[in-house]
C-alpha cells in the first residue's frame, strides 16, 4: 500500500500523470472524496471538522482514448484561521500541498449557507499564490433547491473574478453518494501531463501501513469522544510484529494532554477504549486482509503538541 515515487525513466507515449491537490474549509467533504475515486479509505472521515492533519495521497488509474492516466490526489488539511501551534502546521501541509500541484479543486459544501470565511480565506489566497482552480461544490444531494446551488456558484465566481478570473471550471457533486464524481474524475483526466507515472499502478497510496492504523485509530477515537478532546490527542504505531501465519500484531499509543482526558478516553472500567479497539482491529482487518492483534495504551504527555517528534509522525513541519 506505500511506495517511494518510481524514477525510471523510460515513458510509454499513452502515460501521462499529475497532482491535484483538494482543498477546502475543515469538513468540506475533501477525504470524502479522494476515498471514493480511489475507491479505498486512504485517508480517516468523522463529522468533525480538523480530521485531516497531514497531506495524504490517493492514487488513481484511469485508461482514456489517450492513454492510461495516473492522478494523485493530495488530500489537505482544512484551511482556516489557525490559533495553536498544529493548526499552522496543519494550515501550512495544507497550502504546501497546493503549491507544485498540476490542478487544484476548491471544495465548497454547498449545504452551507453563504460562503464562510474559511473559504473566502482560502479564495483570497489561490489569488495571492496565483492559482487557477477547479470550484467543486459538493454535498449537493443535501440541497434541495437547484436556485440555491446557482446562487452559491455566482456569490462564490463573483469572490474569486475580481480582476483575473480564478475558477476554470466548476463541478456540482456528491462525494458521499458519488453523483457528478466520475465527470469530475473524467475531466482532471484529461488534463494530466503527458509523462511516466510515480506510482506503482496497483498502489493507492504513499502512506505506510503504520500510519494508517494509526489513523482508523484516530477515526474511531474522534466517532466516541465530544468536544475538544479529540484535538487534544494522538495516536502513534509503536510496534508492528508480523507472525509467520500471515496475521500482525499492532501496539499503538494514544498521548493525550491531561490525566483527566486520560480517563475519558479509557472510558467506565475500560469500555471507550475497547469499544475503540474493537472497531478499529475490525477494519484493520478488512484493510489488511489479514488477523490483527491490536494493542492501545492511553499515556498522558501534556507537551506532545509541542514536541517535534510528534509533528514528524503525523508527516507535519514542526515550525512551517
Not at 477546502?24 to 475515486?37: D, E, I, M, Q, Y
Not at 446557482?150 to 458519488?178: Q, R, W
Not at 507515472?197 to 466517532?223: G, K, M, N, W
Not at 508480523?242 to 483527566?260: C, M
Amino acid at each position: 500500500m506505500s511506495s517511494e515515487p518510481t524514477t525510471g525513466s523510460s515513458m510509454d507515449p499513452g502515460t501521462s500523470c499529475g497532482f491535484i491537490a483538494v482543498l477546502g474549509a475543515p469538513n468540506a467533504g475533501k477525504s470524502t472524496l479522494v476515498n471514493r475515486v480511489v475507491g479505498q479509505k486512504v485517508s480517516i472521515v468523522s463529522p468533525k471538522v480538523q480530521t485531516t492533519r497531514a497531506k495524504v495521497l490517493g492514487i488513481v488509474m484511469k485508461e482514456s482514448a489517450a492513454g492510461t492516466a495516473q492522478m494523485i490526489f493530495v488530500d489537505t488539511p482544512g484551511i482556516f484561521a489557525p490559533k495553536r501551534r498544529l493548526d499552522r502546521a496543519m494550515v501550512a501541509a495544507a497550502w504546501s500541498g497546493a503549491g507544485d500541484a498540476d490542478q487544484v479543486l476548491l471544495m465548497v459544501d454547498a449545504s452551507r449557507k453563504g460562503v464562510d470565511d474559511d473559504t473566502r480565506r482560502i479564495i483570497e489566497g489561490l489569488k495571492q499564490h496565483k492559482r487557477k482552480a477547479v470550484l467543486v461544490l459538493n454535498k449537493i444531494d443535501q440541497v434541495k433547491e437547484r436556485e440555491r446551488l446557482l446562487a452559491k456558484t455566482a456569490e462564490l465566481n463573483a469572490l474569486a473574478n475580481e480582476g483575473e478570473e480564478l475558477f476554470t471550471d466548476t463541478f456540482m457533486i456528491s462525494a458521499e453518494n458519488g453523483d457528478g464524481v466520475e465527470d469530475l474524475v473524467a475531466e482532471l483526466c484529461r488534463r494530466m501531463p503527458k509523462g511516466p507515472h510515480h506510482y506503482p499502478e496497483d498502489h493507492i497510496t504513499d502512506a505506510p501501513q503504520r500510519f494508517l492504523a494509526s489513523e482508523v485509530t484516530r477515526e474511531h477515537l474522534f466517532r466516541q469522544l465530544h468536544d475538544e478532546i479529540p484535538y487534544a490527542l494522538t495516536v502513534e504505531t509503536e510496534g508492528w510484529e508480523e507472525f509467520k501465519d500471515g496475521s500482525v500484531k499492532i501496539t499503538q499509543i494514544v498521548f493525550v494532554a491531561k490525566e483527566g482526558q486520560k480517563a475519558i478516553v479509557i472510558g467506565k472500567g475500560g469500555a471507550r477504549i475497547k469499544q475503540v479497539r474493537e472497531a478499529t482491529q475490525r477494519e484493520l482487518q478488512q484493510m489488511l486482509e489479514r488477523h490483527v492483534h491490536l494493542f492501545i495504551f492511553v499515556k498522558v504527555r501534556g507537551s506532545w503538541a509541542e514536541d517535534p517528534e510528534r509533528y514528524r509522525e503525523m508527516g507535519l513541519d514542526f515550525e512551517p
